[in-house]
């Protein structure tokens, strides 16, 4: 199993948790604040959509309030998400939406991923 050590990228947003994964090509660095199994299904959610729902986003996920509203504030406090609050008549409205550092931060994650997994195989 490889030793994991933090370490800050010098590109990653000033407030997102990094982590090495020693022994790995290149010290290949994983966002954590990404890395995070909900937090990935939700950026990943909201990159194939322009914008999406608390109520969305918790059916799709199948999360409870609790575990989305505490993942998305994550992500909000990293740059990497964008929540917008309001009224639809009488009804409270969260949108949630990717932000341009978000989609950076995914593809930079999605490509370490992808050395990665070549890094095995190769090996």
Same mark, same amino acid.
């Given at each position: 199993m490889a030793r994991h050590t933090s370490a800050r990228r010098t590109d990653a947003p000033a407030n997102a948790a990094t982590e090495v994964v020693? +022994?790995?090509? +290149?010290?290949?660095?994983?966002?954590?604040?990404i890395h995070e199994r909900t937090?990935?299904?939700?950026?990943?959610?909201?990159?194939?959509?322009?914008?999406?729902?608390?109520?969305?986003?918790?059916?799709?996920?199948?999360?409870?309030?609790g575990n989305l509203s505490v993942h998305a504030r994550k992500l909000e406090e990293a740059g990497y998400v964008?929540?917008?609050? +309001?009224?639809?008549?009488?009804?409270?409205?969260?949108?949630y939406r990717l932000t341009a550092e978000g989609?950076?931060?995914?593809?930079?994650?999605? +490509?370490h991923m992808?050395?990665?997994i070549r890094a095995t195989r190769a090996g």
């Open positions: 020693a +022994g790995s090509p +290149g010290a290949l660095a994983l966002d954590r604040v937090r990935l299904a939700i950026v990943s959610a909201l990159a194939v959509n322009d914008e999406l729902s608390f109520n969305d986003l918790k059916h799709l996920l199948d999360l409870t309030d964008a929540c917008a609050k +309001g009224f639809e008549g009488r009804i409270p409205r969260t949108l989609r950076r931060a995914l593809e930079a994650y999605l +490509g992808e050395a990665l």
